[in-house]
């Protein structure tokens, strides 16, 4: 999640990660009016995560994370 900008994030999320947050710079307005506009939102992050374990689970993420480990519990 990152309210200023996406910029170099996809370094950190890689080719599978999703990114919540602006994808643009210099709006303004109230925080809260922000957040809501460019879909920083708590149910923006559980789609995003949901969406990156659905990924991961079904294999998308094969090779992607060899030598890291991963603990997945339901």
């Known amino acids: 999640i990152e309210a200023a900008s996406a910029f170099g994030w996809s370094e950190m999320t890689g080719g599978h990660g999703r990114f919540v947050g602006m994808n643009g710079f210099g709006a303004s307005a109230p925080a809260g009016d922000l957040y809501k ?3 920083i939102t708590a149910e923006a992050l559980v789609e995003a ?19 890291i480990p991963l603990r997945l519990e339901t």
């Not at 995560?49 to 060899?66: C, F, I, N, P």
């Open 49 to 67: 995560v949901r969406a990156d374990l659905k990924d991961y689970t079904s294999g998308l993420w094969e090779g992607l994370t060899k030598g």
């Open 37 to 39: 506009h460019f879909g």
